[in-house]
């Protein structure tokens, strides 16, 4: 099946510094994905949306300059953290459209393993 | 705008049922269903679209009231495996929204022997 492979895991880093984490669809093109992040006992919110070469579309209230979001081809789209603090520590996971080839719209979406990172 | 999910909790007994809601103050073109284990990501149960379809998985299936913009997931004789938190995920009709999920707070279910 379709496969997002996200990496890291997981990151420790520095108050300051940047993370960039990577989500790689395997077995398909992935023209968009979606970025979203997620707090302890929380549900899933939608950060922003990238499209293979154009540039992402941000929800309400997310930073664009904070949260760089790269998506330079059609299986790899990125997510840096820039000057990282601790209120950014959170889960982040990305999530493609499933290809469906029979129907105008997707048939679900794929989420990769997500990235929990701690900003310490 | 986040669809409204309930309950927020439920425990049950392994072969129990539950019911878990979500409902949408918008028109929905279709209602996505995920289970995630603590850690690890969301994993796609189900999607189900404008039309009021039903749909199953082994023994867990939803419907879709396109009219109330409401959709329920039915865990039937529940299994250990079932347990997890489910979220519903809605798309909403606009064109600004297509593909865009909005996720409702979830629903612990614990499964016990």
């Known amino acids: 099946g379709a496969v997002v492979s996200q990496h890291p895991s997981w990151v420790i880093c520095k108050s300051g510094t940047s993370v960039k984490i990577e989500c790689r669809s395997l077995?398909?093109?992935?023209?968009?994905m979606f970025w979203y992040r997620q707090f302890p006992k929380q549900s899933l919110m939608l950060m922003a949306t990238?499209?293979?070469?154009?540039?992402?579309?941000?929800e309400q209230g997310v930073e664009k300059d904070k949260f760089l979001i790269n998506h330079a081809s059609l299986t790899l789209s990125t997510l840096t953290v820039t000057s990282a603090h601790p209120e950014d520590s959170s889960f982040y996971i990305c999530?493609?459209?499933?290809?469906?080839?029979?129907?105008?719209?997707?048939?679900?979406?794929?989420f990769g393993s997500g990235t929990r990172l701690t900003v310490v | 705008q986040q669809p409204v999910q309930s309950p927020q909790a439920v425990i049950l007994r392994e072969g129990e049922d539950a019911v878990i809601n979500c409902s949408s103050s918008k028109a929905l073109y279709s209602v996505h269903w995920y289970r995630q284990k603590h850690g690890e990501a969301p994993v796609f149960l189900m999607i189900?679209?404008?039309?009021?379809e039903q749909k199953g998985h082994e023994k867990i299936s939803a419907s879709f009231n396109e009219k109330k913009q409401q959709s329920s997931l039915y865990l039937t004789a529940s299994q250990l495996s079932y347990s997890g938190t489910y979220f519903c995920?809605?798309?909403?009709?606009?064109?600004?929204?297509?593909?865009?999920?909005?996720f409702g707070a979830g629903t612990q279910v614990v499964v016990t022997p």
């Open positions: 189900l679209l404008k039309g009021g």
């Open positions: 077995d398909f093109q992935a023209t968009t």
């Open positions: 995920g809605t798309e909403s009709m606009t064109t600004d929204s297509w593909g865009k999920l909005q």
């Open positions: 999530s493609a459209p499933l290809p469906l080839y029979d129907l105008p719209h997707p048939y679900g979406y794929t």
């Open positions: 990238s499209n293979e070469g154009s540039k992402a579309t941000y």
